[in-house]
């Protein structure tokens, strides 16, 4: 337990109407926190008072310019040049990271999002080791896994890496910090104390992935990797099924000439109109940076999501220099902007959460690059509909990895859109006897009350409309092709 030792909570209200960073140093400083609380703290401390001191547009929309075309490179370029003798060499110079903070409530489910069955019964974190696990032994080599876990999925998490035990895969993981939500209106802490439950439940955040760098250099482990040889980390959220290690461009990383070593690299693919809210690359003061839809001027979000004007967008699989981390947090000299991210918690409450991006930090480091990756390279898992996607035949499971099927005539995937009926993972799993073939299918559109038989195979566009109160079975074995279905539609046993 946590004691309070002598400054009581109100004289912190007070403190902050007169200088909000003297009241958060007597926030730090008046509770007996163990050393790692203490250093989220000092984190929040800085953020908060960044928070304070920023007035007005982190960017200026006119001194935004188009980056230099050898900022972003082609991935057949990358490609172009092989792959060394000894591609071990190489991996042994590599650390994978995934972002592990995530909950699965947005998909119906409890603990980390990372534990959900995604694939034949395997979870997000079960491919992530097969993926490893498979490099390691083809190759002979010692990739590490390290997942950066947030307080919501920490405990969860580690009790469940026992089954990995004998599986040929380090896995380290270290927890992001933990940062007081803030009342929208007083800007003070909403937090009465430490405590994590009662009261306090909803009153803490894991501050976004951008905190990986304070983070992963506070746990010791940075240190510790950089002693045992390794020089990159490959981050990227653990829900991007296409986030797999790639050996061209870490043989482009690795054979770079000292002088010149890239420190940072973003995977950039091609946006769609499914795509306009996504960060895109900038040249902005000479440098390479992320530009946020959060950062755009109303004025000029409508140009912002223009795909002919900003063609790219940032897919967060980052490959970082593991020396160039510890010498930015050593002087103090990690850059990101802040995301102010509003809440309403119990009670309608409004509050605000203040995160930072991992992708953000790139103007930070030195001979950063953009690598217009494969479209391939970007697999999410948000919802549902991503999930149908992913458990169908139009991608086949080798080591870990997903791969689109060599019987898809078209490379690009369906656009799938499944109704609030399929929100929850257990009820979209029951409206599915079976997950149909979408092999050749463009478009799906479910909405409402609506189950699928075994054997059902949808091509072309699809769209199955249940009004309220009716509901609609598609038969097993049934073959819709460009079809719209609605009404009422059930199949009685009898």
């Given at each position: 337990?946590?004691?309070l030792?002598?400054?009581?909570?109100?004289?912190?209200?007070?403190?902050i109407?007169?200088?909000?960073?003297?009241?958060?140093?007597?926030?730090?400083?008046?509770?007996?926190l163990?050393q790692?609380?203490k250093?989220?703290f000092?984190?929040?401390?800085?953020?908060?008072?960044?928070?304070?001191?920023?007035?007005?547009p982190?960017?200026?929309?006119?001194?935004?310019?188009?980056?230099?075309?050898d900022?972003?490179?082609?991935?057949?370029?990358?490609?172009?040049k092989?792959?060394?003798?000894?591609?071990?060499?190489?991996?042994?110079?590599l650390?994978?990271?995934?972002l592990?903070?995530?909950?699965?409530?947005?998909m119906?489910c409890?603990g980390?999002?990372s534990?959900?069955?995604?694939r034949n019964?395997?979870?997000?974190?079960?491919?992530?080791?097969?993926?490893i696990?498979?490099?390691?032994?083809?190759?002979?080599?010692?990739?590490?896994?390290?997942?950066?876990?947030?307080?919501?999925?920490?405990?969860?998490t580690?009790?469940?890496?026992q089954?990995?035990t004998h599986h040929?895969?380090k896995?380290?993981?270290?927890?992001?910090?933990?940062?007081?939500?803030?009342?929208?209106?007083?800007l003070?802490?909403v937090?009465?104390?430490?405590?994590m439950?009662?009261?306090?439940?909803?009153v803490?955040?894991?501050?976004?992935?951008?905190?990986?760098y304070?983070s992963?250099?506070?746990?010791?482990?940075?240190?510790?990797?950089?002693?045992?040889?390794k020089?990159?980390?490959?981050?990227s959220?653990?829900?991007?099924l296409?986030?797999?290690?790639?050996?061209?461009?870490?043989?482009?990383?690795?054979?770079q000439?000292?002088?010149?070593?890239c420190e940072?690299?973003?995977?950039?693919?091609?946006?769609?109109?499914?795509?306009?809210?996504?960060?895109?690359?900038?040249?902005?003061d000479?440098?390479l940076?992320?530009?946020?839809?959060?950062?755009?001027?109303k004025?000029?979000?409508?140009?912002f999501?223009?795909?002919?004007?900003?063609?790219?967008f940032?897919?967060?699989?980052?490959?970082?220099s593991?020396?160039?981390?510890?010498r930015?947090?050593?002087?103090?000299a990690?850059?990101?902007e802040?995301?102010?991210?509003?809440?309403?918690?119990?009670?309608?409450?409004?509050?605000?959460?203040?995160?930072?991006?991992?992708?953000?930090?790139?103007?930070?480091?030195?001979?950063?690059?953009?690598?217009?990756?494969?479209?391939?390279?970007f697999?999410?898992?948000?919802?549902t509909?991503?999930l149908?996607?992913v458990?169908?035949?139009?991608?086949?499971?080798?080591?870990?990895?997903?791969?689109?099927?060599?019987?898809r005539?078209?490379?690009?995937?369906?656009?799938?859109?499944?109704?609030?009926?399929?929100?929850?993972?257990?009820e979209?799993?029951?409206?599915?006897?079976?997950?149909?073939?979408?092999?050749?299918?463009?478009h799906?559109?479910?909405?409402g009350?609506?189950?699928?038989?075994?054997?059902?195979?949808?091509?072309?566009?699809?769209?199955?409309i249940?009004?309220?109160?009716?509901?609609?079975d598609?038969p097993?074995g049934?073959?819709?092709?460009?079809?719209i279905?609605?009404g009422?539609?059930?199949?009685?046993?009898?």
């Amino acid at each position: 337990m946590y004691v309070l030792k002598c400054i009581p909570l109100a004289e912190f209200s007070a403190a902050i109407s007169q200088d909000s960073l003297t009241f958060l140093n007597s926030f730090i400083f008046a509770w007996s926190l163990p050393q790692v609380s203490k250093k989220d703290f000092e984190g929040f401390r800085k953020l908060f008072h960044r928070f304070l001191q920023v007035k007005g547009p982190s960017v200026e929309w006119s001194k935004i310019n188009r980056p230099p075309e050898d900022s972003i490179q082609p991935y057949d370029k990358i490609k172009a040049k092989g792959l060394p003798d000894n591609i071990a060499d190489s991996l042994n110079k590599l650390v994978v990271v995934k972002l592990n903070g995530g909950l699965g409530t947005s998909m119906g489910c409890k603990g980390p999002k990372s534990l959900i069955s995604v694939r034949n019964e395997n979870t997000f974190l079960d491919l992530t080791v097969k993926q490893i696990e498979h490099l390691n032994k083809t190759y002979n080599a010692d990739v590490p896994l390290v997942l950066m876990n947030s307080f919501n999925t920490d405990e969860d998490t580690k009790k469940i890496l026992q089954k990995y035990t004998h599986h040929r895969v380090k896995i380290h993981t270290f927890n992001q910090s933990r940062y007081p939500r803030i009342n929208k209106e007083s800007l003070l802490p909403v937090a009465k104390d430490m405590a994590m439950t009662g009261e306090n439940a909803d009153v803490w955040y894991p501050p976004g992935h951008g905190d990986i760098y304070a983070s992963f250099f506070n746990s010791g482990l940075l240190e510790q990797l950089i002693a045992e040889g390794k020089e990159y980390i490959f981050v990227s959220n653990i829900d991007n099924l296409g986030a797999t290690v790639d050996l061209y461009i870490l043989n482009h990383l690795v054979s770079q000439p000292n002088g010149k070593r890239c420190e940072f690299i973003m995977e950039v693919t091609d946006k769609t109109r499914a795509d306009v809210k996504g960060g895109t690359l900038i040249q902005y003061d000479g440098k390479l940076r992320l530009l946020e839809i959060a950062q755009v001027p109303k004025a000029h979000v409508d140009e912002f999501k223009s795909v002919s004007k900003f063609k790219i967008f940032n897919t967060n699989n980052l490959w970082i220099s593991l020396s160039a981390i510890k010498r930015l947090q050593e002087q103090n000299a990690m850059d990101m902007e802040i995301i102010v991210n509003p809440k309403t918690l119990d009670g309608d409450l409004n509050v605000i959460q203040l995160e930072t991006a991992v992708g953000a930090a790139i103007k930070c480091f030195d001979n950063a690059l953009g690598i217009n990756v494969p479209r391939s390279r970007f697999l999410p898992v948000k919802t549902t509909s991503d999930l149908l996607l992913v458990m169908s035949n139009l991608y086949s499971l080798e080591a870990g990895s997903l791969t689109m099927s060599e019987r898809r005539e078209f490379p690009t995937t369906p656009h799938v859109k499944l109704g609030s009926s399929f929100t929850k993972v257990q009820e979209y799993l029951t409206r599915f006897e079976s997950i149909p073939d979408m092999l050749e299918l463009d478009h799906l559109t479910v909405s409402g009350d609506v189950t699928f038989g075994k054997h059902v195979s949808l091509k072309g566009t699809v769209i199955i409309i249940a009004n309220h109160g009716d509901r609609i079975d598609i038969p097993a074995g049934s073959m819709l092709e460009n079809k719209i279905v609605s009404g009422n539609l059930r199949i009685l046993d009898h």
